[in-house]
């Protein structure tokens, strides 16, 4: 068993503040003892337009945010989970990023990375209208499952989580540990976040931990927050809710056997010779 910290803050343009907010949030998690810390998806900078996002991204490697982290993570020997923004592999004169999320090791490298499939294109009525795929390339692969000292981690991204299909997948692929760094606007995360939430780790058997930005980013976004874990049976074991005025953790300890007691109680076992298998 383990201990694993989720982080909230409120992430805005300025990296080098939100490289501050990640140092006190890795602080809190080296303070109460956990072997990763879990943070949201847009950690680096949340932008009002899709042209200040441009003119913010940089390749990791350049990154006073990324670099940072790792420092961090090598100082600490802190694992660290983070949703950032890379510029798109296409051409160089692309007018479109990648929403990735990073696993930075221990020793400060860059071990996975996933680029979000689902991107997050709404119009509510009395909530905001977001056209993520106009400025942010989708990724076109799920990638599986890796290897930590606390289970095997399989990543998503924020919109994603709408998607069962992902997730199935993940757990097919041995995923044990679900992540889901997300920005949920206000709306939707009053009505969706937290069932949406229990529904995946229900379903895949799996821990889930959804890391979120939370409070006012701009004049345009405002953020949800109730990050969270949840446990293979449903049940929610840490949330950090709403506060917005400092950087905060909730921790929880990730008990493998209790995935395989739920998964052996409960045996999903599906009928691939009568729908597809995903």
């Given at each position: 068993m383990a201990l694993v910290a989720v982080g909230q803050l409120t992430s805005t343009v300025s990296m080098a503040n939100n490289l501050r907010q990640c140092q006190i949030l890795v602080k809190k998690a080296v303070k109460a003892g956990a072997k990763a810390l879990f943070l949201p998806e847009a950690t680096d900078y949340i932008s009002s337009s899709a042209e200040e996002s441009l003119s913010l991204v940089k390749p990791v490697q350049e990154s006073e945010f990324v670099l940072g982290l790792q420092e961090e993570a090598r100082r600490f020997k802190l694992p660290i989970h983070v949703g950032v923004h890379e510029p798109s592999s296409q051409?160089?004169?692309?007018?479109?990023?990648?929403?990735?999320?990073?696993?930075?090791?221990?020793?400060?490298?860059?071990?996975?990375?996933?680029?979000?499939?689902?991107?997050?294109?709404?119009?509510?009525?009395?909530?905001?209208?977001?056209?993520?795929?106009?400025?942010?390339?989708?990724?076109?692969?799920?990638?599986?499952?890796?290897?930590?000292?606390?289970?095997?981690?399989?990543?998503?991204?924020?919109?994603d989580l709408r998607f069962p299909e992902i997730d199935i997948a993940l757990r097919r692929q041995g995923a044990e540990i679900i992540t889901y760094p997300s920005a949920f606007t206000v709306p939707t995360g009053q009505a969706h976040w937290e069932v949406l939430l229990r529904a995946r780790a229900i379903e895949t058997q799996s821990y889930v931990i959804a890391a979120a930005q939370v409070g006012r980013h701009n004049e345009k976004r405002v953020s949800y927050g109730h990050s969270m874990i949840i446990d293979p049976w449903g049940r929610i074991v840490a949330s950090v809710g709403e506060k917005a005025d400092e950087p905060e953790i909730a921790t929880a300890t990730i008990d493998l056997e209790l995935v395989k007691k739920v998964r052996a109680e409960v045996p999903l076992r599906r009928r691939t010779d009568v729908y597809p298998e995903v």
């Open positions: 051409t160089a004169s692309s007018q479109r990023i990648k929403n990735t999320v990073l696993w930075i090791n221990e020793q400060g490298e860059i071990a996975h990375r996933y680029q979000k499939i689902h991107l997050f294109d709404v119009d509510i009525q009395g909530g905001p209208v977001l056209k993520e795929s106009l400025s942010v390339e989708p990724g076109m692969k799920i990638e599986p499952p890796f290897e930590t000292a606390f289970g095997k981690v399989a990543s998503t991204i924020c919109f």
